[in-house]
């Protein structure tokens, strides 16, 4: 009789173990809507690290609010924890896939080997025009103690008291202030035909530095913005039949980075590179461009680094498209962070770079 008892309890657990048929399929589900996410976030990755800024639409989702990738985790994450915990593992690489490469979180890994010696401290910023809070941005020059600072959309109207000592340099909408002297000033002017934007794309010179001439250039390339907002429709989301706006905007802005490489790329020495670039540093134009210059907040930034705060009907968000660049072989980047707000509709970048290189080297 006990024998018989036992073997019905063992029966009945294991019939009460057994998952419900409604139960099955909840689990199913969420298994799918896990591996699903996980095969459409790649999707979107490979999408904007191929063919964004190269293909109109992949550059449409390039520059478009990228959490939006994200929010289908806030559902599938909660969901898989109570029905299928062994869907967490797809969600979770997803979510790695979706931080790291789309949201570009950065660690500052490089850091901790950085060279020490002579260092510039650089600062970019795009300061908007009039936009600016003009005592803000000065209260954070002192503040930071920078040696350099490239400007951009620094109209005849804007000005800034920079100390007595200081050297400035204005072209176009460009600025260049340095505690150094400066000489050998030249300036790029953008070839797009029909473009509304200033024509000075680039201020360069020569800075003297104790330790020996270092090149710095002031950019501002020309932005997508006006071939995003040919091809967006309130009603369809986006419009192919005037992808042609797009595509014809992107091929002027990728010749633009073409001529202006080249031209800095001329001077042979120590050379940074600080401005508004308009493009992410996963764009086409940015890779086949810009990539062989070695990126400060790729090196030694922390989070996401983004410098520009955009809306896109109605969808606020940020995103990074100021950079300062620098050349590995005379530079190390001890640090690279991002400022407090001044103002503008971006926000101020700053890196501390160390000539790695003695004086005769150059």
């Given at each position: 009789?006990?024998q018989?008892?036992t073997?019905?309890?063992?029966?009945?657990?294991?019939?009460?173990r057994?998952?419900?048929?409604?139960?099955?399929?909840?689990?199913?589900?969420?298994?799918?809507?896990?591996?699903?996410?996980?095969?459409?976030?790649?999707?979107?990755?490979?999408?904007?690290?191929?063919?964004?800024?190269?293909w109109?639409?992949?550059?449409?989702l390039?520059?478009?609010p990228?959490?939006?990738?994200g929010?289908?985790?806030?559902?599938?994450?909660p969901?898989?924890?109570?029905?299928?915990?062994?869907s967490?593992g797809?969600l979770m690489l997803?979510?790695?896939?979706?931080?790291v490469?789309?949201?570009?979180l950065?660690?500052?890994?490089?850091q901790?080997g950085?060279?020490n010696?002579?260092?510039l401290?650089?600062?970019?910023?795009?300061?908007?025009?009039?936009?600016?809070?003009?005592?803000a941005?000065?209260?954070l020059?002192?503040?930071?103690?920078a040696?350099?600072?490239?400007?951009?959309?620094?109209?005849?109207?804007?000005?800034?008291?920079?100390?007595?000592?200081?050297?400035?340099?204005r072209?176009?909408?460009?600025?260049?202030a340095?505690?150094?002297?400066?000489?050998?000033?030249?300036?790029?002017?953008r070839?797009?035909p029909?473009?509304?934007?200033?024509p000075?794309?680039a201020?360069?010179?020569?800075?003297?530095h104790?330790?020996?001439?270092?090149?710095?250039?002031?950019?501002h390339?020309?932005?997508?913005?006006?071939g995003?907002?040919k091809v967006?429709d309130r009603?369809?989301?986006?419009n192919?039949?005037?992808?042609?706006?797009?595509r014809e905007e992107?091929?002027?802005?990728l010749?633009?980075?073409?001529e202006?490489?080249?031209?800095i790329?001329?001077f042979?020495?120590p050379?940074?590179?600080?401005?508004?670039?308009?493009?992410?540093?996963?764009?086409?134009?940015?890779?086949?461009?810009?990539?062989?210059?070695?990126?400060?907040?790729?090196?030694?930034?922390f989070?996401?680094g983004?410098?520009k705060?955009?809306?896109?009907?109605?969808w606020?968000?940020?995103?990074?498209i100021?950079?300062?660049?620098?050349?590995?072989?005379?530079?190390?980047?001890?640090?690279?962070w991002i400022a407090?707000?001044?103002?503008?509709?971006?926000?101020?970048?700053?890196?501390?770079?160390?000539?790695a290189?003695?004086?005769?080297?150059?």
């Amino acid at each position: 009789m006990l024998q018989v008892h036992t073997q019905d309890n063992i029966v009945g657990q294991s019939n009460r173990r057994k998952p419900s048929a409604a139960l099955t399929v909840i689990r199913k589900a969420a298994r799918l809507a896990a591996w699903t996410y996980l095969i459409a976030i790649v999707s979107i990755w490979i999408l904007l690290g191929t063919c964004g800024d190269r293909w109109w639409f992949a550059t449409v989702l390039l520059y478009a609010p990228r959490w939006l990738y994200g929010i289908p985790l806030a559902a599938l994450i909660p969901a898989a924890a109570c029905a299928n915990r062994r869907s967490l593992g797809p969600l979770m690489l997803g979510g790695l896939i979706f931080l790291v490469p789309i949201m570009g979180l950065r660690l500052p890994l490089r850091q901790i080997g950085a060279a020490n010696g002579p260092s510039l401290r650089v600062l970019t910023c795009n300061v908007q025009g009039g936009a600016i809070a003009q005592n803000a941005l000065m209260d954070l020059v002192r503040a930071e103690q920078a040696d350099l600072v490239a400007l951009q959309e620094c109209s005849a109207e804007v000005q800034f008291e920079f100390p007595p000592e200081w050297q400035v340099l204005r072209k176009g909408q460009l600025l260049v202030a340095s505690r150094f002297p400066l000489r050998d000033v030249q300036h790029s002017v953008r070839a797009h035909p029909h473009s509304p934007w200033p024509p000075v794309n680039a201020l360069r010179c020569l800075v003297a530095h104790p330790v020996g001439d270092v090149g710095l250039c002031c950019v501002h390339l020309q932005t997508p913005r006006p071939g995003l907002e040919k091809v967006l429709d309130r009603q369809t989301a986006v419009n192919p039949a005037r992808s042609w706006m797009l595509r014809e905007e992107t091929e002027y802005r990728l010749w633009e980075s073409e001529e202006l490489e080249a031209w800095i790329a001329d001077f042979d020495g120590p050379t940074i590179i600080a401005g508004d670039f308009n493009m992410p540093v996963d764009s086409a134009i940015y890779r086949s461009t810009w990539s062989h210059w070695t990126n400060a907040f790729n090196t030694s930034g922390f989070g996401f680094g983004y410098t520009k705060n955009s809306a896109m009907r109605g969808w606020s968000y940020g995103s990074r498209i100021d950079h300062i660049l620098f050349d590995s072989g005379f530079f190390r980047c001890r640090s690279c962070w991002i400022a407090q707000d001044v103002g503008s509709d971006h926000t101020p970048l700053v890196a501390d770079l160390v000539l790695a290189k003695a004086r005769d080297s150059f």
